[in-house]
């Protein structure tokens, strides 16, 4: 299906003036997660004081449902939606919520739980990379949406759509992006050229599951850590060597991102009653192996992703907010009120959007629980997690997308 890009009078202004290379600053949020795709955020100085409604709204928009989170670069807000029956692009002035562009990329995935595209966008220089909920990888021109190249990874790779529409957020490696499209004939993991589409390499086979991949290093070797529907798998970037797997079948489905644990370990978990996993990475003559240090279900991420501070993760344990040693898998504390929501860390504090629109900060202290501020501040199915960028926190839910000032100035 071909895509048809709507530009706006403002993106024509803008384009005259944009400047060909976006390079992402510091306080961007550029892709899944932020910045390393661990959730934490760099930024100082936010508000720790709100008024009764919250932080300063700056601006609010409508916007169609779904699931997507939000990439913010360059002075550019980029997500998705679905409206009517089919799937949007859609780029914003991170300043002022005025809509630059929209890119029609499909048809909207129907589900129980919220119509709309689930996985979120990736920026990286005068490019946007989207992946929608039936398969459509997209690269575009971030100054007006124009389509660079394109894949249906279900129809050109045989990728599986899982129950719930595709949900894993593609990430950027060197030259390459990379999915995890769940394909026929050793194309579970696919790696694309992204300047020009082409594919780099292609490997494994498995059941493609919710989580999106992470990047990192142990002992001076590069790994894509890809959370499958039965197992961690450890992928080279090069050219797609499995250097391990470690088997963790879910009793329900994997969708929270792993936590890389510094310096050779990593935090995985599951819904249900499947539970959480710390293994430690070994690597021996440049071959990385994996083995595991504790399993228990202190920690059962249904999709929520954890964050890591210091020696400790905090998590949504299904609909309580919990903080776990993630060294000796002690629970530290529990406490309920949020629901099954979202979070982010920003200057030693918890960023919490609740499943109903409660926004609260929370000291990152695993003495104790400690609610700093909370506001009711959206409505509705909360299941997109916030983004902080330049001290403006981005939310939404499936019909508003809301901009407030963090920043404390």
Request: charged share 20%; hydrophobic share 40%.
């Amino acid at each position: 299906m071909k895509g048809k890009t709507i530009i706006t009078k403002a993106a024509m202004v803008c384009c005259l003036i944009w400047a060909s290379l976006v390079l992402a600053g510091d306080n961007d949020w550029p892709q899944w997660r932020g910045p390393n795709r661990d959730g934490i955020s760099k930024e100082t100085g936010i508000l720790k004081t709100w008024p009764e409604t919250g932080p300063p709204v700056v601006w609010r928009t409508e916007i169609g449902s779904g699931f997507s989170g939000m990439a913010v670069a360059g002075g550019r807000l980029v997500t998705m939606f679905g409206e009517r029956g089919e799937e949007f692009v859609i780029c914003y002035d991170a300043a002022t919520g005025n809509e630059l562009w929209r890119f029609k990329s499909d048809a909207a995935f129907p589900s129980e739980f919220g119509d709309g595209p689930r996985a979120t966008p990736a920026i990286a220089g005068d490019r946007i990379f989207t992946l929608g909920a039936n398969g459509l990888l997209f690269a575009l021109s971030l100054s007006d949406g124009k389509v660079i190249w394109q894949h249906n990874l279900r129809e050109e790779y045989s990728a599986a759509i899982p129950q719930h529409g595709i949900s894993t957020s593609p990430i950027l490696e060197g030259d390459l992006i990379l999915v995890n499209a769940g394909g026929a004939n050793n194309q579970a993991f696919i790696a694309f050229n992204k300047k020009d589409g082409k594919l780099a390499w292609a490997s494994h086979f498995d059941n493609p599951d919710y989580a999106a991949p992470i990047a990192i290093t142990v002992n001076g070797v590069r790994q894509i850590i890809f959370f499958t529907g039965s197992s961690l798998v450890s992928v080279s970037p090069k050219d797609g060597q499995i250097y391990w797997k470690y088997p963790f079948p879910p009793q329900a489905f994997n969708a929270a991102t792993p936590v890389f644990v510094p310096e050779n370990k990593i935090f995985i978990s599951s819904g249900a009653e499947k539970g959480a996993a710390l293994l430690e990475i070994i690597v021996a003559d440049n071959q990385p192996a994996v083995k595991p240090i504790w399993e228990s279900k202190v920690m059962r991420n249904d999709f929520s992703s954890s964050v890591l501070v210091g020696d400790h993760i905090y998590g949504f344990d299904r609909a309580i907010l919990k903080c776990v040693n993630v060294l000796t898998q002690e629970e530290k504390w529990a406490q309920r009120g949020y629901q099954n929501g979202t979070l982010i860390f920003a200057d030693g504090h918890l960023v919490v959007l609740g499943e109903r629109g409660k926004l609260g900060l929370i000291e990152a202290n695993p003495n104790e629980f400690r609610e700093v501020a909370a506001a009711q501040v959206l409505r509705g199915r909360c299941w997109t997690v916030p983004a902080l960028a330049d001290g403006k926190l981005f939310v939404r839910n499936q019909k508003e997308l809301l901009c407030l000032d963090l920043s404390g100035k």
